[in-house]
T-cell receptor, first 117, second 117 residues
Framework: AQTVTQSQPEMSVQEAETVTLSCTYD???????LFWYKQPPSRQMILVIR??????QNATENRFSVNFQKAAKSFSLKISDSQLGDAAMYFC??????????????FGEGTQLTVNP | DGGITQSPKYLFRKEGQNVTLSCEQN?????MYWYRQDPGQGLRLIYY???????QKGDIAEGYSVSREKKESFPLTVTSAQKNPTAFYLC????????????????FGEGSRLTVL
């Protein structure tokens, strides 16, 4: 079974600074998807960014970018120019692209990000 | 607007009672999911369904039951057999994956908070 590990339960960053959240995963598959979701205090899960494993290029979405290292099974999220609204719990997630297991998403334990003004 | 609707938002249950959480989607997604979230923790999969009249157990299915009689609906029943049902419950849906290029992300409802008195 696939597992997702987020080793940083809490992180903090100054407004306008850059922060990187770590995520590692364990899988024997070669084709899969990786995601970062954000859960603000409202508890609504919001997709931040996605990465397809077959793409070598790292995904970017405005101030959010990832560092995808397939061989190392690492998928970190970089938030640039941090804003107060970025404060939330961030979850890394894995989804197989093949077979019956391809339907489910496996989440890490989450990293609580605090943004200091 | 297309989306996922969960109800009720807050629910209180006495010990020994069964309760049902509703989840409806109008995104025309084939797959639907139920996750449980405990304070400060990640999301754990309870059940998921890829097609009408079929569903699979997730990692923590004991004490829960589901049905999938319509594509749009995936209600979750928390039975009296669930020993510790107080939690936040999230419903989600997604397209089934078929080939590369499909985004693969899950779309989430706003959640239901269940408290056992």
């Amino acid at each position: 079974a696939q597992t997702v590990t987020q080793s940083q339960p809490e992180m903090s960053v100054q407004e306008a600074e850059t922060v990187t959240l770590s995520c590692t995963y364990d899988t024997s598959e070669s084709d899969y998807y990786l995601f970062w979701y954000k859960q603000p205090p409202s508890r609504q899960m919001i997709l931040v960014i996605r990465q397809e494993a077959y793409k070598q290029q790292n995904a970017t979405e405005n101030r959010f970018s990832v560092n995808f290292q397939k061989a190392a099974k690492s998928f970190s999220l970089k938030i640039s120019d941090s804003q107060l609204g970025d404060a939330a719990m961030y979850f890394c997630a894995y989804r197989s692209a093949t077979g019956a297991s391809g339907s489910r998403l496996t989440f890490g334990e989450g990293t609580q990000l605090t943004v200091n003004p | 607007d297309g989306g996922i609707t969960q109800s009720p938002k807050y629910l209180f249950r006495k010990e020994g009672q069964n309760v049902t959480l509703s989840c409806e989607q109008n995104l025309n997604h084939d797959a639907m999911y139920w996750y449980r979230q405990d304070p400060g923790q990640g999301l754990r999969l309870i059940y998921y369904s890829q097609i009408v009249n079929d569903f699979q157990k997730g990692d923590i299915a004991e004490g829960y039951s589901v049905s999938r009689e319509k594509k749009e609906s995936f209600p979750l029943t928390v039975t009296s057999a669930q020993k510790n049902p107080t939690a936040f419950y999230l419903c989600a849906s997604s397209m089934l994956l078929s080939g590369r290029g499909r985004a693969g992300e899950l779309f989430f409802g706003e959640g239901s908070r269940l408290t056992v008195l």
